[in-house]
């Protein structure tokens, strides 16, 4: 850590909060009467991650000196997630906690009151700086006084830092009792560390500090600085192998019965399969390709779209994804297969946008004929996930000390892997469901089961055009993180085109 000229600093031009002026002036009287606390966080070529609006208002205050703490090198990505990371790390927040509740909470604070008690600091001189003071103190008194005040969701989030080689100092006052960073002192005990960095305050800038600290947190932008990122890092991760079809697959023949109690490969459950679904089916978002594979085993036509196609490192594999998509084209073009069923299993849970979800569903409607089925299973509200979120009290220790947090932009959003690669899930209400399919099927029927909406949909309605076009314009011109594009929009037209009988 070391103070630079505030001019070496850039703020990048992705960082995903918005600030309004109120909060900036709020900003503003923190830096005045508590300096910095925390340091700005930067890559080594001066690139800001954390500290953008301090470093804004510090700025218009005219500070000449910044105090600095690098990060090691990152790429775009990685940097991306680091920023949403450190937006969320430096308050000890909960996983409910929302801009809404904790402006809230900050509404209820007096900071008129708290900040009169403080003294001004003068800005460039040592006492504006308290961070360039961190001591290194022994952990233990720390952790006897602050006993019964852990967050496993902020230790979990810190850890996020941690990986990355960044840990922030704790605030605290001479009593030991942390004001900010408790997530962090309850890493450090897990990690078995001896000692805590600590910058210590008064016990009337302790009241203030904790305010500014925890309770002045920006809205994030997210949904509209991240679009693309939010769309490429939708792909389903290689977390487990699946072994038998997934609850989309299956929950119109097996009831509430798990996958696993559904094997596809026994003589009386295929023929079931086949009975209510057909032999020849559209897997729309096939992720890791384990349905296409499974029912191709038993003797089951499947054609499967999947522009996300990964790699064994998890690695997006345009190539690969391109090669599925024109197979895709060839069956639904020139071959003009016709589908008995329609799956879209799992893949609403992943699309960041309520536009890109209307979208597919007009795509796989025009893949329809007169006879087909589209079945659609994706998490409902009441998952367990989002409930835990949302305050639910879970002994589930993987869900408490998930690095996940909501959103605010639609109804039961959700933001995941921030560390690494960005990943929104969106968590259904049966009313959602039903109004997705209404538009495009005059027969929609909505159950929910096993924490799972589910719909099956029947006697497609007539085609929009230009609905069409826009859907295909969409889900052909897919982003990728190299920053390139699909780019298969003409070939899309064409093959719908020739299906259709239709120019589009």
Not at 190 to 219: G, I, Y
Request: positive net charge.
């Amino acid at each position: 850590m070391k103070l630079v000229p505030i001019e070496s600093l850039n703020p990048s031009t992705y960082n995903p909060r918005t600030a309004d002026p109120r909060r900036l002036d709020l900003i503003e009287l923190s830096l005045r009467k508590l300096g910095f606390l925390l340091p700005i966080y930067a890559t080594p070529d001066g690139e800001i991650i954390s500290g953008h609006q301090r470093h804004h208002v510090a700025t218009r205050m005219g500070v000449k000196q910044v105090p600095l703490a690098f990060t090691r090198p990152m790429d775009l990505a990685e940097r991306k997630g680091v920023n949403v990371a450190f937006n969320r790390a430096t308050n000890d927040l909960k996983p409910g906690d929302t801009p809404q509740n904790i402006g809230e909470a900050l509404q209820r604070v007096d900071l008129d009151a708290l900040a009169a008690q403080v003294p001004d600091k003068q800005p460039d001189t040592a006492e504006f700086y308290p961070c360039m003071k961190a001591q290194t103190k022994p952990l233990a008194p720390f952790l006897k006084a602050n006993k019964g005040c852990w967050i496993t969701y902020a230790t979990s989030i810190s850890k996020t830092l941690f990986l990355k080689g960044v840990l922030m100092p704790v605030v605290a006052t001479r009593d030991f009792k942390v004001v900010n960073g408790i997530g962090r002192l309850q890493l450090l005990a897990e990690q078995k560390k001896p000692h805590v960095n600590v910058v210590f305050v008064t016990n009337e800038e302790a009241a203030l500090a904790s305010a500014m600290l925890n309770l002045l947190s920006m809205d994030f932008d997210i949904h509209n600085r991240y679009q693309d990122l939010l769309r490429y890092n939708s792909f389903r991760r290689l977390r487990r192998v699946r072994k038998e079809l997934g609850r989309g697959f299956i929950f119109a023949v097996a009831g509430n019965s798990t996958a696993k109690d559904f094997d596809i490969t026994e003589s009386a459950s295929r023929q079931k399969w086949i009975t209510a679904h057909g032999q020849s089916i559209l897997d729309f978002g096939a992720g890791h390709l384990h349905e296409t594979e499974l029912l191709r085993s038993v003797g089951i036509k499947v054609t499967p779209f999947e522009p996300y196609r990964v790699n064994a490192e998890e690695d997006i594999d345009k190539a690969e994804s391109i090669r599925l998509t024109r197979e895709f084209f060839r069956d639904i073009g020139e071959y003009k297969t016709r589908y008995s069923s329609i799956f879209i299993s799992s893949v609403l849970n992943s699309v960041p946008f309520a536009e890109d979800r209307k979208h597919i569903a007009c795509i796989c409607t025009a893949l329809c004929n007169a006879d087909t089925r589209l079945y659609a299973v994706a998490s409902s509200l009441n998952h367990i996930n989002i409930r835990q979120l949302k305050g639910y009290n879970s002994l589930n220790e993987r869900q408490s000390g998930g690095r996940v947090f909501l959103l605010e932009y639609e109804n039961g959003i959700t933001l995941g892997d921030i560390g690494s690669m960005p990943k929104v899930q969106k968590y259904h209400t049966q009313k959602e469901f039903y109004e997705l399919f209404k538009e495009f099927f005059s027969t929609v029927s909505i159950t929910e089961s096993n924490s799972n909406v589910q719909a099956i949909c029947a006697n497609p309605r007539k085609i929009n055009k230009e609905k069409l076009k826009a859907a295909l314009a969409f889900e052909f011109d897919l982003p990728y993180p190299d920053g390139s594009r699909m780019g298969l929009v003409a070939e899309a037209e064409a093959a719908f085109s020739k299906r259709l009988g239709i120019t589009l």
